[in-house]
């Protein structure tokens, strides 16, 4: 079946900091690859996607590349705010699964001023 | 912002009663989820609807039940509750017609405590 892994937390940076979050997944067939994120006391939210190998999601700042040949989606950001602390969540799903996502387990980031 | 509401948004329940959570949607989306969150496990699936009546399990169903009567509303039922069904519940919709590449739109969340 599918399965997402995600690098295990919690993660503490400094303001400016540059970001990686490790992703990688085992998924039959072509899934789409999301990165939500979730603040305190919300649900998730949808940060950046990606939908075939080699494409680049990216939205307010923060990039993952799809790739296939190591089947990996990355998080990156290169410069951490404040605001940006949360717990992120890499997730797949499969084009014939009736839209079923598969997460990880989420990676909770704090920055610090 | 998706049109989704969940309630209640926090409940406390004794083991052995019953608990109806409910998910309700604005968007007319096809596709209703119901999604757990524990400490350690990420968001597990317990049950997704794909049309009104028409339901299914996720990989975590075991002592829920779940009903769609109409397009908005999606309930999730625990006919007995437990300790171990303490948890985040989460309703998601989607707005991909089984294609997979449309992402989720979660409600906030019913915080579940089984006392």
């Known amino acids: 079946g599918n399965s997402v892994t995600q690098m295990e937390g919690p993660v503490t940076l400094s303001e400016e900091a540059f970001l990686t979050i490790n992703c990688t997944y085992t998924a039959t067939g072509y899934p789409s690859l999301f990165w939500y994120v979730q603040y305190p006391g919300e649900g998730l939210q949808l940060l950046l996607k990606a939908t075939k190998a080699d494409d680049k999601g990216s939205n307010k700042g923060f990039e993952a590349t799809y790739r296939k040949e190591t089947t990996s989606f990355h998080l990156e950001k290169g410069s951490v705010q404040v605001s940006d602390s949360a717990v992120y969540f890499c997730a797949l799903s499969g084009n014939t699964n009736a839209g079923k996502s598969t997460f990880g387990d989420g990676t909770t980031l704090t920055v610090k001023p | 912002d998706a049109g989704i509401t969940q309630s209640p948004r926090h409940k406390v329940t004794e083991t052995g009663t019953p608990v109806t959570l409910r998910c309700h949607q604005t968007e007319n989306h096809r596709y209703m989820y119901w999604y757990r969150q524990d400490p350690g496990h990420g968001l597990r699936l317990i049950h997704y609807?794909?049309?009104?009546?028409?339901?299914d399990k996720g990989e975590v169903s075991d002592g829920y039940s779940v009903s769609r009567s109409k397009t908005e509303d999606f309930l999730l039922t625990l006919e007995s509750a437990t300790s171990s069904q303490t948890s985040v519940y989460f309703c998601a919709i989607s707005e991909s017609e089984a294609l997979g590449d449309s992402p989720l739109h979660f409600g906030n969340g019913t915080r579940l405590t089984v006392t």
């Open positions: 609807s794909y049309g009104v009546k028409d339901t």
